[in-house]
């Protein structure tokens, strides 16, 4: 399915019905997030009912829904930041290889390359707080 749907999974990428909106890797990371998450929420909920069977007077106090919903919203921005700050910590050998490789400023290659990582450092800080890469994260 995730191969041959779009991204919201109504459609197939090749129906005219389909918005075309194909991010295959995305819908695998939200999957095996739900998955993960819901393991670990199932272990919750065992081991809740059974101190719950040790406890009484305190079964019902609280929506067991709500704390779920709680959790799972936090695992997700946890595996956000974590697959973006992995990504932006990529940009910065492979800016520094393109400039050092693909340049032909001999003022760069003379300076010992220095130059050539304080742009790439540069370029991978921009990456980081870029809008575009800082909404996505931050609205999941």
Same mark, same amino acid.
């Given at each position: 399915g ?5 991204f ?10 389909s918005?075309?909106?194909?991010r ?6 939200? =999957? ?49 930041? %974590? %697959?973006?700050?992995?990504v932006?910590? *990529? ?8 400039? *050092? ?18 742009r790439?450092?540069?370029?991978? =800080?921009?990456?980081?707080?870029h809008?575009i ?7 999941t």
């Amino acid at each position: 399915g995730v191969w041959k749907k779009d991204f919201w999974g109504v459609h197939d990428v090749s129906s005219p019905q389909s918005h075309k909106s194909w991010r295959p890797l995305c819908t695998m990371s939200y =999957i095996l997030n739900r998955q993960l998450v819901a393991e670990f929420i199932t272990k919750r909920r065992q081991k809740q009912k059974g101190e719950e069977v040790f406890m009484m007077g305190n079964a019902g106090s609280g929506s067991d829904d709500d704390d779920d919903d709680t959790i799972e919203r936090f695992w997700f921005h946890v595996v956000d930041r %974590l %697959l973006h700050g992995i990504v932006t910590a *990529l940009v910065l050998p492979v800016a520094y290889y393109t400039q *050092l490789h693909y340049n032909n400023d001999s003022a760069i290659m003379n300076s010992k390359n220095s130059v050539v990582y304080y742009r790439s450092f540069f370029i991978a =800080i921009m990456y980081a707080v870029h809008p575009i890469h800082v909404e996505a994260v931050a609205n999941t």
